[in-house]
């Protein structure tokens, strides 16, 4: 149960983060309209996934479930080819139109993030 609610709190906290300090939701149709360092994002590039993967293991550890245990190793593939592919790359509707793309919205945020302090990569950074 421990697990269970330290993934809601992560992702709660990322959600408040995305919402007080970047102006914007998790959501990919309404993104944040500033470049989110703060809090867990000091850390770690994502960790509303590592939130949900923490809900996902603590259910199944609760109710000793192998069908929830392969449905958490799943979740990681969609996941991971998700942020290879839409946010690692910039994608061919960003080289098209750079103002909608991550990178052109947040230059100058991650500029300056980038200047004081090491970006986050794919593991956690302690």
Known sequence: MAI???GV?????CAWEFAIRG???PAPVAPTKF?????LHRYVRNPMYIGVFGV???EAATFRSMRLLAYAGFFCVPVQLFVIFTKSQPSVAS???????IAARSRAGFQSFAATRRAPGKSPAL
Request: charged fraction near 10%; hydrophobic fraction near 50%.
């Open 4 to 6: 269970i609610l330290l």
């Open 9 to 13: 709190a992560i992702y709660f906290r």
């Open 23 to 25: 102006l914007g939701t």
């Open 35 to 39: 470049l989110v360092t703060t809090a």
């Open 56 to 58: 996902i293991i603590g």
């Open 95 to 101: 080289l098209e139109n750079p103002t909608k793309s």
